[in-house]
């Protein structure tokens, strides 16, 4: 099946940015509108990882042979276009069953995506064409084509543990010593390696770093793809530690992405105003990357540690519209 054939169009132009944005869950999301927000011509493609094993997703994914959807299609809605019926289409989407039947705590796109996936046997076909549901300003692509699973040795309670799955090593509340995907090598999505491949920029982060951020450079293929691209590299730093970062810094969170991925080279790193502190250490493990760093005002006014998809998209503006 053609990939034009469901409903992606490339954008025309050759004056368009091309951004690649890695992630999964709620830091993508936040990137994919932040990047939305910058109001430069973009043309976006989310890749997004597929070890989901929580909630509704691990529901799925136990049951039936498809990609775990969650993290899907939350790319999709932050992608969703901006006229009224598209709006309403991502609402529905995001919409989660209540009660305490069978449905309960399924959001409705997910049961569309896994529909779409085995009705037509190609998960970037299913992606193209809820995407085309949705009128997307952009394309979300997963990052393998085939479900994936996470592995993790913590230090907890002074003890080595190794821990499986996604959704446990974010809430095991300890410090992750090294994460592993299983399969260890599995194939990247082929279409993922080429957008990498013609893009302008590659964007990382924010996000869990651990289990939405470092798999990507875990999958040999695209490990290649992001350390040969003649794109710019850019990532955004977390505003806090969560549940699977205890104990890691700003410095640290880039010196883990240096760990898995020797050869990543970086050119820049955007870094709240309020999370940074002294900027020094954050700037000097940025150089070790070959990145310098940029501070912004990024995050929500009410002193959440979320990001504010306007501001980092004020905060974008200038470093994407850097010539490649």
Same mark, same amino acid.
């Given at each position: 099946m053609s990939e034009h054939s469901i409903g992606f169009r490339p954008q025309a132009g050759g004056d368009r940015i091309r951004v690649v944005a890695f992630g999964g869950g709620h830091g993508l999301s936040a990137s994919l509108r932040a #990047?939305?927000?910058?109001?430069?011509? #973009?043309?976006?493609?989310?890749?997004?990882?597929?070890?989901?094993?929580?909630?509704?997703?691990? +529901?799925?994914?136990?049951?039936?042979?498809? #990609?775990?959807?969650?993290?899907?299609?939350?790319?999709?809605?932050?992608?969703?276009?901006?006229?009224?019926?598209?709006?309403?289409?991502?609402?529905?989407?995001?919409?989660?069953?209540?009660?305490?039947?069978?449905?309960?705590?399924h959001p409705v796109g997910n049961v569309v995506l896994c529909g779409l996936m085995e009705q037509l046997g190609d998960p970037v076909a299913a992606l193209d064409l809820a995407g085309a549901m949705l009128r997307a300003v952009g394309r979300?692509?997963?990052?393998?084509?085939?479900?994936?699973?996470?592995?993790?040795? #913590?230090?907890?309670?002074?003890r080595q543990i190794t821990v499986r799955g996604q959704h446990q090593v974010a809430v095991a509340q300890g410090r992750v010593l090294e994460v592993r995907l299983e399969p260890p090598e599995p194939d990247a999505c082929p279409q993922a390696?080429?957008?990498?491949?013609?893009?302008?920029?590659?964007?990382?982060?924010?996000?869990?770093?651990?289990?939405?951020?470092?798999?990507?450079?875990?999958?040999?293929?695209?490990?290649?793809?992001v350390t040969s691209s003649a794109a710019? +590299?850019?990532?955004?730093?977390?505003?806090?530690?969560?549940?699977?970062?205890?104990?890691?810094?700003?410095?640290?969170?880039?010196?883990?992405?240096?760990?898995?991925?020797?050869?990543?080279?970086?050119?820049?790193?955007?870094v709240d105003r309020n999370a940074v502190g002294d900027p020094e250490p954050v700037?000097?493990?940025?150089?070790?990357?070959?990145?310098?760093?940029?501070?912004?005002p990024v995050a929500v006014q009410d002193g959440t540690a979320r990001h504010d998809p306007v501001r980092l998209g004020r905060a974008l503006v200038p470093l994407?519209?850097?010539a490649r």
């Open positions: #990047l939305r927000a910058t109001g430069l011509p #973009l043309e976006i493609t989310a890749v997004v990882t597929v070890a989901d094993d929580g909630g509704s997703s691990g +529901r799925i994914r136990a049951g039936r042979d498809v #990609l775990p959807p969650g993290d899907l299609r939350q790319a999709l809605a932050a992608l969703a276009g901006d006229d009224d019926l598209s709006d309403r289409t991502a609402r529905l989407m995001q919409y989660r069953f209540g009660g305490a039947d069978e449905l309960a705590g979300v692509l997963p990052m393998s084509n085939k479900p994936l699973g996470i592995e993790a040795d #913590l230090f907890v309670d002074g390696l080429a957008a990498i491949a013609d893009a302008d920029w590659l964007v990382f982060g924010p996000g869990s770093w651990y289990t939405s951020v470092i798999p990507h450079l875990l999958v040999p293929q695209l490990a290649a793809a710019r +590299r850019l990532v955004t730093l977390n505003l806090a530690a969560d549940s699977e970062t205890v104990g890691l810094s700003l410095p640290d969170h880039l010196g883990a992405l240096g760990r898995y991925l020797p050869d990543l080279k970086v050119d820049i790193v955007l700037a000097n493990a940025a150089e070790s990357l070959g990145a310098r760093i940029a501070i912004a994407l519209a850097t």
